[in-house]
Nanobody
């Protein structure tokens, strides 16, 4: 089960910290990424960590403002969001897919997520004054 939490209403310039707990998942063989989807917009990969070399990916829209981290012992992925903007408003969720070798976390297609992925219900983030 993937359970995201930590969302809420925040003013522009504010911060939130999201958590994704991956109960029952083996992080040695699963890739877990942060996505978001705003109404009327396509899903966006926000951030992820490549297990092969620890490289962290951030969407251009959040670079310099968001920070991803992970606690493997707790099977929890975090997303620290600072300097938030109204355009960050979206449903944020984590999704898991079986890892393919040493491929980076950005490698996996939408079709692969559809066929083999799991996702949680997500947590709503609203940035508004």
């Amino acid at each position: 089960q993937l359970q995201a939490s930590g969302g809420g209403l925040v003013q522009p310039g504010g911060s939130l910290r999201l958590s994704c707990t991956a109960s029952g998942f083996n992080l040695d063989i699963q890739v877990i990424n942060w996505f978001r989807q705003a109404p009327g917009k396509e899903r966006e990969l926000v951030s992820c960590i490549s297990d092969s070399d620890g490289t962290k990916y951030y969407a251009d829209s959040v670079k310099g403002r968001f920070t991803i981290s992970r606690d493997n012992a707790k099977k929890t992925l975090y997303l620290q969001m600072n300097s938030m903007k109204p355009e960050d408003t979206a449903l944020y969720y984590c999704a898991a897919v079986p890892r393919l070798g040493e491929e980076p976390c950005t490698y996996y297609s939408d079709g692969y997520y559809t066929d083999f992925g799991s996702r949680g219900q997500g947590t709503q983030v609203t940035v508004s004054s």
